[in-house]
């Protein structure tokens, strides 16, 4: 909120024009705002359905004349669009290496080198960054009050997560070297990093089945991994519930109240809910 | 329960035996309405598990006359209900293209188009939507509490699971891509769509093995999306669980404020937070 | 608790030998109950492991002996026990036909029936009976408290648990009937029941590959299940967490203040929380 | 905290140098501790990475030379530390056969081994134990929060998720069994531990598929073992979610009552619960 209101008076400082495109492409809260977001989430989701069809055979060679023209369009739309973010905002430096602006640009730039750079278009590398065109939908996401709510949750419980990676790691290095040792290069277990692979594979209860005990003690070890897997993966939910939980209390209990000073109130709550006193200035008679 | 209420008034304004009727068929307070509903979850549930077994070569051609017969005589009773249903109802037009009562119409013309036109039996899909019977029983379950508060909480966490599923969505894209580099078409990667397809089920933890990373670089990768897939399943869990105690909570503690009658007051208020009147007897001055 | 002593007082009605019996045989309080406890744990353990290294083919031939006359004696063991429990306890006929009574009596008849008739021991299903064993274990687990919190919040949210698993098997007949239709028997999914199987298989991340979708449109439907099945996995989730939350709290929530009525207290509290008075008849100067 | 304190009382006991090397290797108060806490955990993932390098057969043949001395010389490293360590504990011989000292001497071991006994390289178990090296990591975290209240949690539920594994061990047992018989060894469930096998890894919905039923009969069984699995699975999340609800609750209330300085009282607590003296100011009478 603070954020945009900021945003929208740099903008005020800018010419017109500019301040008039900032709205529009930056903000949602006028009709030509939301218009242009729903229009270029369209444009990007077409988009990355154009670069996915493109890799698949048997479509690319029945149509590839449509894709390369289409990708060439949202390719000069883009450019137009990036260009024009470029001059609405008062830092236009800062935008270009933010997260979303080196994604806005890597995902317009190969398209460019493929015309100018003729050989360059057979770097399956360089074709495929459009793909990170996906990003640009999140940060319309941004808007949202729920995406806000679970971000903050992740945030505040990243650091719990990070240690049970750290430990589930290893877990599985340990049990990955055992079973290297157990079942062997005969039973597809060729070494400690291949062995670790099938340790986070059985753990995680994905369970490809690629690579699998064939000794007894070695289906003994799994079995215990398994079992470990299911019992641990409910800490990072144990985690994640109880700051979902917090994140969402603590909203409510923003509000003081002006006669006990107490918090806790519902957010639709007029009055105190132990002394009485009216929360909302509106209702103060 | 209000809406139950107001669907008997209007019943209550049609002839005698469409009342009767309606109060059976839609109802579940009277023992007839009781009575019907199980009878109909029993048909329902049988007439399902004939076109099952309609579908198993071995027991088709051995019992095919059977099947034919049962579901034929289980077409002409829900045909009777559907038609009842129709009169029963004050609107019937809204009725016949609600989702239910679209089910209705759907799982019972399918019999009929074999019968009048001969060869339209051969179309699968077709035969198939006789399936769709299942979906009748869960409008039965509306009468059930449990359900209700599930409903609710599914509902209020709704746009946070999309929320969610987006960024699942964006996460599965950009690394089938980078699986579809890393691997390529020699190791089942034929595609981005494809790779996307081993991204779902990687990350979802299902892992079939039909798509597996063969290259140590894409194992490595691979490690990375199913441990990330591992520590996000907490999300919606945590989301869940947040709501379903909000739910479950604001359930029990449905006291009316005996100033304006209105209920979701915290177990430990003293004072009506919408309009300041005791709550509590023992404070009332 | 209450169940424990009414028993014990019924014990107290029976000669005295019976009720020393009822009390080491069921009770846990003395030593010698504590005594027998652990030893028929280790009895049924080690028993359910002779049952198994029985199937065992390399081990069964080596050592068939062994097996035979361990298993023997653990079953005069288990019978004896059975006869002391019958006699001992007030109501015997009661106790026959409840569910620890059959599962006593089912794990040692195969054994008599082998012996008996020749030709029984053949009959697999009879032979592996006796692995009802480990379901004994079980019974002197209601002592721990532990046991006592998670089965009461299974009842309490058992109802809701069925209503989201019926919920769960409609998904799973819907889709599997889909892709019935998409794949067809030349893909895997022979018969609508098989296709069933193949849903359950995908909906609950377990993910076999034995069934597999081909077509990319059946790999599409495929991913929206498994997408799906990611987000409802938190539905029991939700449900046990808040409910396992609540019989935490009810727990404690027990006391009433006898100054001001108030219940919420901590299991350690000795002073009631909101008005001070002394919660422990002990501390009550 | 305490126990920290009480470390470092003990080392000022100690002479100069002692104290000095205690506070760096065990403390991460100072910035040499910091430092050397860092530079530990380098050097333990360098030496592990060297471990697992060594049992990839391409690299080992080609850096065969470059490994064996890096392993060299981090065992000369880690046997420094090893001895200083012991030396600058009060408690040499505790520490040595604790959790810890035992890791530290175990995987400096094998490459002395290796060393002064030509043939005992070729022993791989002995090898492996160098792997044991990522637990020395987890020492380290203990300074960090998070690991306390996760650990803290994880006791407490101990109890609980070991009674839940049980009945989880009961279910396999007696499925496993079911299956042994219904399957039989020529749909690959040639022994009860085979199929007890198969029963953990269909429950924890992992799904090899390397046993797979291949019977209507047998695929009915393991849609409910599936079932059941992915509705059980909620259990231990919903006790974990619930005790570190807990824990962090309990945590964030640390207010110390002002007569008896014990923590632990709920936020809305006016009284303390172990002595009945006033926690809040405002009602001071």
Not at 106 to 118: A, C, E, F, G, N
Not at 202 to 225: E, R
Request: net charge positive; with cysteine; glycine share 8%.
């Amino acid at each position: 909120m603070i954020d945009r209101r900021r945003r929208f008076e740099q903008a005020e400082g800018l010419s017109n024009w500019r301040a008039k495109a900032n709205e529009i492409i930056f903000g949602a809260d006028t009709f030509a705002g939301k218009l242009f977001d729903i229009l270029l989430i369209v444009a990007i989701l077409i988009s990355v359905a154009v670069v996915m069809a493109d890799s698949v055979p048997s479509l690319d060679r029945r149509y590839h004349l449509l894709w390369l023209w289409m990708e060439r369009g949202f390719t000069i739309l883009f450019t137009i669009e990036y260009i024009v973010r470029l001059m609405s905002v008062s830092r236009p430096v800062r935008y270009a290496f933010s997260f979303y602006g080196m994604v806005d640009l890597l995902s317009i730039l190969p398209t460019y080198l493929s015309v100018l750079i003729p050989g360059v278009n057979s770097f399956l590398v360089l074709r495929i960054l459009r793909v990170l065109r996906v990003f640009r939908v999140l940060r319309l996401m941004h808007y949202i009050g729920e995406a806000e709510v679970m971000t903050l949750a992740i945030r505040q419980s990243l650091r719990k997560i990070l240690v049970f990676l750290y430990a589930v790691l290893t877990m599985v290095v340990v049990f990955g070297s055992l079973m290297y040792v157990v079942e062997g290069s005969e039973n597809g277990f060729s070494s400690i990093p291949k062995a670790i692979y099938w340790a986070i594979v059985t753990l995680t209860t994905v369970g490809y089945g690629d690579v699998v005990p064939h000794t007894p003690l070695g289906q003994f070890i799994a079995s215990a991994v398994m079992i470990m897997g299911y019992a641990i993966i409910a800490v990072p939910t144990g985690i994640y519930a109880a700051e979902i939980s917090q994140v969402m209390t603590t909203r409510r209990d923003a509000r003081g109240c002006p006669g006990c000073g107490k918090t806790g109130h519902d957010v639709n709550a007029h009055y105190c809910k132990f002394c009485g006193t009216s929360l909302d200035p509106l209702h103060q008679e």
